[in-house]
C-alpha cells in the first residue's frame, strides 16, 4: 500500500506559491525577449517533442526557463501518471517542471503537490498572475517531469522511449498559429524578410518561410502576449464539435444508432458529429466492445468529390497529432486495448474490410504487437457495420468539404515548407550556375591568348 501524500501547511503552500509566482515572471520576460525566443524556438524544435511543441508559448517560456535554470535539455514531459503509464518512474527526489493548466474552480483539498497535468489550458487564458500573483480560480500550476527525470520499469509499455515529432518545425508552427488566431488574426507565410503584422481589420500576420518563420511567429505572439491586458486582441474560441458557423450550415447530428454485426448480433452506438474536423465519432458500447472509432473522408484535398472513407481508431475530432496509443477514448475489445484503422475505403469495399486490413494491433506490447485472432476479427466486423451505417449518411458531401477545410493549413504549410526548400535549392544552383559560367568564360580567355613563340632552340 503506497504512502498517504501529506497535505501542504499554510506556510509550505505559501513558499511554493511564491516560487510559482516567481517562474511565471522570469517566464514573462523571456517571451518578451525576442533574442530569447529565438534561442527557445531552436531548442524545441531539435528536442521534437511533440506534447511540448504544442503547448502555449507562455507555458514553453516555464518550461524553458526553469530547464535553462536547472542545467536540463528538455527532451519529453509527462506527468507522475503518465510516465507510469509509460513505463517509467520518476525518481525520488526530482522535483517537477511547473506549467499551468486548467483546473476548474478552486476547492478545498484539490491544491496539491505534483498533480497530474491535464490537458493543456488555452493560450489566451492564461492571463491571470500578471504581475506574479495568484492566478484566476480557474487555473493552477501543476508539474511535469522530463524524461532524464525518470527511470525505466517497463520498456515493452507504449511510450517508453521519448515522443519525437516527424517535423517538429511544422508542428511548433501549427501551435503558433492557432494562438495567433485565438486573438484574431490569419496567419500567412510569404516571401518576406521580416514578420509584417497588421492589426487590420482584419488582423494579419505574414511571415517567412521555413524556420525563420516560426522563431518569427514565436516573437509576434510573445509581443502581443507582453502587452498589457487591455491592449490585447480580444480572444477567441476557436470553432469547436458542433460549431459549425464558419464551415457549413449543418447542425451536429447526435444520435443513438444500432448497428448489426455479422453474427447477427447488435452493439449501440452513439454518433456525434465535429463540423470543425469534418467527423463522425462513433462511441460504441456493447457486448465486450466499447469505445470511439472515427470516420471522415479520405484524402479529400486530393479529391474534389466525396469518394472513400478514412477510419481511426479512438476520438480523433478534436486533432490530428496525437502519438500512437495516445488518442482519447480508444477502443476495448475483448478487454484488450487496441489501435489501428486505414484509408481509402468505398463502400464496395466493406465486404472485405478484414481484421489485416484495418491493422489491429495491441497498444500495450508485451505479449506481441498483434492483437489476439478474436479480438481483431471483432473489431473488423464492428469497423464493417460503423462504415455500413456511415455510407448511409445525406451530409457526406459537406463532410468531405469541412474535413478539406480542416486539414488544408497543414497541408499549406508542409507546400510552403518545400517551396522555401526548392528556393534555397535554386538559389545554389544558381549560383554554381554562375560560378561555372564565369569558369567557363576564364578558360575561353585562356585559350583565346596568343601566343608568342621563342626561339626553337
Known amino acids: 500500500m503506497g504512502r498517504k501524500r501529506q497535505a501542504y501547511t499554510p506556510e509550505q503552500r505559501a513558499e ?31 528536442a521534437g517533442s511533440p506534447r511540448v511543441l504544442h503547448y502555449s508559448l507562455r ?45 476548474g474552480t478552486d476547492r478545498a483539498g ?24 495568484k492566478l484566476p480560480s480557474r ?64 488582423a494579419t500576420v505574414t511571415v517567412p518561410f521555413g524556420t525563420a518563420g516560426v522563431t518569427q511567429l514565436a516573437q509576434v505572439l510573445g509581443a502581443i502576449l507582453s502587452r498589457p491586458r487591455k491592449e ?30 455479422g453474427d447477427d448480433s447488435t452493439i ?5 458529429v465535429d463540423w470543425n474536423s469534418g467527423t463522425v465519432v462513433y462511441a460504441v458500447r456493447g457486448h465486450r466492445v466499447r469505445g470511439s472509432f472515427t470516420i471522415s473522408s479520405s484524402d479529400p484535398i486530393r479529391n474534389a468529390e466525396f469518394h472513400a472513407a478514412r477510419v481511426q481508431f479512438g476520438d480523433w475530432s478534436g486533432g490530428d497529432f496525437f502519438p500512437e496509443g495516445e ?35 495491441r497498444t500495450n506490447n508485451k505479449y506481441g504487437r498483434d492483437a489476439p485472432a478474436k479480438t481483431s476479427d471483432r473489431t473488423a466486423d464492428v469497423v464493417r457495420a460503423i462504415l455500413a451505417h456511415w455510407f448511409t449518411r445525406d451530409d457526406l458531401s459537406q463532410l468531405h468539404t469541412a474535413r478539406a477545410r480542416y486539414i488544408a493549413p497543414e497541408h499549406r504549410m508542409h507546400a510552403a515548407h518545400q517551396a522555401a526548400q526548392l528556393d534555397d535549392h535554386i538559389r545554389r544552383l544558381t549560383a554554381d550556375r554562375d560560378q561555372a559560367a564565369e569558369q567557363a568564360e576564364k578558360f575561353a580567355a585562356i585559350a583565346d591568348q596568343e601566343v608568342i613563340q621563342g626561339t626553337p632552340y
Open 268 to 272: 449501440t452506438a452513439h454518433t456525434r
Open 139 to 202: 487555473f493552477r500550476m501543476t508539474s511535469v517531469f522530463d524524461i532524464s527525470q525518470t527511470e525505466g520499469v517497463d520498456p515493452f509499455a507504449d511510450g517508453f522511449n521519448a515522443y519525437v515529432a516527424e517535423d517538429p518545425a511544422i508542428s511548433l508552427r501549427q501551435s503558433l498559429t492557432k494562438q495567433l488566431e485565438q486573438f484574431g488574426y490569419e496567419v500567412f507565410t510569404g516571401n518576406v524578410a521580416a514578420a509584417q503584422v497588421d492589426d487590420g481589420p482584419p
Open 327 to 361: 488518442a482519447p477514448d480508444l477502443p476495448v475489445v475483448n478487454g484488450v486495448t487496441v489501435v489501428g484503422g486505414n484509408s481509402g475505403l468505398t463502400a464496395d469495399d466493406i465486404p472485405t474490410v478484414t481484421r489485416r486490413r484495418v491493422g489491429v494491433y
Open 59 to 103: 507555458n514553453q517560456g516555464l518550461l524553458a526557463y526553469q530547464a535553462a535554470a536547472r542545467g536540463m535539455t528538455l527532451t519529453d514531459v509527462d506527468s507522475l501518471k503518465g510516465w507510469r503509464d509509460r513505463g517509467r518512474g520518476v525518481r525520488r527526489g526530482e522535483t517537477g517542471l511547473r506549467i499551468t493548466s486548467y483546473r
Open 16 to 46: 511554493r506559491d511564491a516560487i510559482d509566482a516567481e517562474h511565471r515572471a522570469h517566464a514573462r520576460d523571456l517571451i518578451a525577449d525576442p533574442e530569447a525566443l529565438e534561442r527557445m524556438v531552436t531548442t524545441l524544435i531539435a
Open 110 to 133: 484539490e491544491h496539491e503537490p505534483d498533480a497530474e497535468a491535464p490537458d493543456e489550458v488555452p493560450s489566451d487564458q492564461e492571463q491571470g498572475g500578471e504581475d506574479g500573483g
Open 232 to 261: 490585447r486582441p480580444e480572444w477567441r474560441a476557436l470553432p469547436t464539435s458542433g460549431d459549425a458557423a464558419c464551415i457549413t450550415d449543418q447542425t451536429p447530428k447526435p444520435g443513438r444508432v444500432v448497428l448489426t454485426l
